[in-house]
């Protein structure tokens, strides 16, 4: 049987709207893409088209311990990679690509193996997959195995779903000239939510609608960007802490009539931080969210962090570009990876991507163990 919503960790507790006749009629404005659409769609899973509940209002997220399934895995990978299943590597550092395997029928032993995969080469895309056919419960079960599922303050949801975050553009090429008449690129480099006090770890977008060409995902392996960086500057950047803020992003929500489902907040995290269970190190800093690096002066901390943001972005031969195609379910590891949409397809073909997000262990570094200086 279906788990129910309540069997599912979830971040925290709905405030209901309370039903008096005053509350009636100032009824939450409930925004849905079906209607917009006509309440006809296209769309090949209408019941995942994007809502905003204005009613829908969330506590503070409460620190949680996160225990890595990783940790408990089998290396040989045994119980994912079975019989028939064929893996690849997208690039030899970054990335791979599975086929053969049904997420949604793996044991508890093969979901460990899943972490600790997605863990060492940071992204995984899984083809063929059933996860969009599911009842959403069980999608959210299935994910609640490596955390518990983040509600996003401001994105879009399936009605009744608030865990699932939705990425939805269509028929809107008009967009595009709009974007780029302010932007020379779409790309725009970040790991999700690390303004929370634990961001995501172990994260899955699926598929529901994707463009015949175009609207890859790019990603970009943090522990490599680290690893290429000299040992002077890896023992400079030890110790050091960023501010991460989700504070523009609810700004920005706010000022478009969007919904802005919990108080945003910032959150201080090391610079570099350590996979729990690879223990690699990995640069965490992105885009998105990094503000400043805490105790530097302003000039200090713009010319330390832009290098820092500007190498991550360049470095291709340490990043892999995902393609969508229906069935397809991408993993990656948020700890130790950014990533960007690409934003290139003119055709007015819908794209419409749902993640569940669970979220792991407030970031930590371990210490800096020094390293030879390269022979001058
Ligand atoms: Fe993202």
Redesign the pocket.
Known sequence: MAPSIAEIPTANVVVPVKDTPAAAENKPKIRRVIEEEGGTTTASYPHYLPTWNHGEKYEPLQPFDHYDHGKDADPSFKDLLTEGSRIQKLTPSTGSEVTGVQLSKLSDAGKDQLALLVAQRKVVAFRDQDFADLPIENALKFGGYFGRHHIHPTSGSPEGFPEIHL?HRNNNAWEFDEYLAAKNSSVSW???VTYEKQPPGTTFLYALDTPEVGGDTAFVNQVEAYNRLSPALKERLHGLKAVHSGVEQAENSASRGGVVRREPVQSIHPLVRTHPVTGEKALFVNN?FTRRIVGLKTEESDALLGFLLAHISRGIDYQARVRWAPKTVVVWDNRVTA???IVDWTTGERRHLA?ITPQAEAPFETPYVPEKEPQA
Request: aromatic fraction near 0%.
């Open positions: 990425v970040h790991s999700d998105g990533h960007s949409a993640r």
